[in-house]
């Protein structure tokens, strides 16, 4: 039997041991499983206690089951679930009842939710968020997902798609009509009206957006500095824990330590590096090599700083601040303020001051790291696009249908191939066309059980 129509089974609930687990099962063979395990089929949809045995008669646990016959189901096959209790032998004995029944086996990653897709439960930007919104950390990754797995995005695609088709449509006809030689303008205003108003809307949604995509991944932002300068102290502050070791000897960090934060929904990576110097100690200075590569990766570099080292040695791309730490050292100027003045002058678009070690401005930076993560990401009230790979073909979509505007004068045949090529970007988006390749990538980094 070929293995997509097998049945498959997997725990989708967390790592065992715990509380409760939750084995799913989709396919032809879910309904003879239940019925095997249980003794009988319950009513569709009603969750229903009983004794699970295995085929010699032996209990198995005490479970609660449900039975979603298909279509109606989350996969669009026929579906059981075992809600069993979340012993590692409990689950080994129900995994060993199921392997044992007939074109029955374990699913792969994703493979659930593959399933839907083969159904029509979902299109492949809900599949896209649906993964997202299992891997969310923070809650506005959890928002744009969320937007995603109800279709958002891709309700606006579909639309967009069924748009231009129309408008290949109202030129199809253009040329029927015209017989031989040019088609008239008149009878090309009502498609160029139409590419032109998609166009704009297409737009809107790409540039509305920030960078909404790399909310998956989140911001990272890089402690960098002189060795000994309180970046350590400023890392277990912000992470509010005592991740980094910090002491009165400069290089004692060596390797790159990250921690992963919620900034007010937004997920943050600040690495901690060692402290940029010259050194003769090859252990120090190949942290010293890594540091400067991670700065220089980094989306925000923190630049620390204290009173007698405040030369910025950092070269990237990204953005720079000036953070003066241990103002509670220098006496007369102290004062946690954010001094944004005199900043541009050493190379740094922000300057702060702050007192690591006693909480002095590490407030206002915080707001401001928000704020930083504001724009980068873009308002997330109605970010539409939740990965790059969406980006792109919208991208596509829209050069594709400012080519066919451009040609449509010169010859009609050229705007139509523009918009069948428009219209192709967004059934790819949607997982409608040349599918394989994109599936096989996209739910190869599904969880198992999904
Ligand atoms: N126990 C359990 N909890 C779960 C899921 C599940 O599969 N089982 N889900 C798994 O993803 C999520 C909920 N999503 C679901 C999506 C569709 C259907 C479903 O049965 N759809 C049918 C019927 C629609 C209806 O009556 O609302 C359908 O689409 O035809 C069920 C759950 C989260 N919680
Ligand atoms: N007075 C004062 N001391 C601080 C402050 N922040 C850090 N220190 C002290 O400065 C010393 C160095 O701190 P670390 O956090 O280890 O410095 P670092 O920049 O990580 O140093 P390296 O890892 O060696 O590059 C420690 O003794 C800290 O207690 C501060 O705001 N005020
Ligand atoms: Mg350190």
Known sequence: MHPREQTIFALSSGRPPSAIAMVRVSGPEAGPALTVLAGW?????MATRTLLRDAGQQPIDDAVVLWFPGPASATGEDVAEFHVHGGRAVLAALFTALSALPDMRAAEPGEFT????????????????????????????RRQALRQLKG???????????????????????????????????????????????????????????????????????????????????????????????????GTTRDIIEVQLDLDGYPVTVIDTAGIRETEDPVEQEGVRRARARAAEADLV?????????????????????????????????????????????????EFRISASHGDGLAELIAALVQFAQVYFGSDTGALIGRARQRKLLEEAVASLRRSTEVIGAGEELAAEELRSAAHSLGRLLGRVDIEDILDVIFREFCIGK
């Open 302 to 350: 923190l630049w620390l700083a204290d009173a007698e080292h405040e030369k910025i040695l950092h070269q990237g791309e990204a953005p720079v601040w000036l953070v003066r730490n241990k103002i509670d050292l220098d006496g007369g100027r102290s004062g946690a303020t954010r001094a944004g003045g005199d900043a541009g002058r050493k190379g740094a678009s922000a």
């Open 152 to 250: 958002l995005l891709g309700d606006r695609a579909r639309d967009w798609r069924a748009q231009i088709i129309e408008a290949s449509a109202l030129i199809e006809a253009g040329i029927d009509f015209a017989d031989e030689g040019d088609v008239p303008a008149e009878l090309m205003a009502p498609a160029l009206l139409k590419i032109k108003g998609l166009l704009a809307e297409i737009e809107e949604v790409l540039a509305a957006q920030g960078r909404s995509e790399r909310l998956r991944d989140g911001l990272v932002v890089a402690i960098a500095g002189p060795p000994n300068v309180g970046k350590s102290t400023l890392m277990n502050a912000l992470a509010r824990r005592e991740v980094a070791i910090v002491s009165p000897h400069a």
């Open 41 to 45: 089929l319950p009513v569709p949809r």
């Open 114 to 141: 593959r399933r839907a897709f083969e159904n029509g439960k979902l299109d492949l930007t809900e599949a896209e968020g649906l993964d997202d919104l299992i891997h969310a950390d923070t809650d506005r990754q």
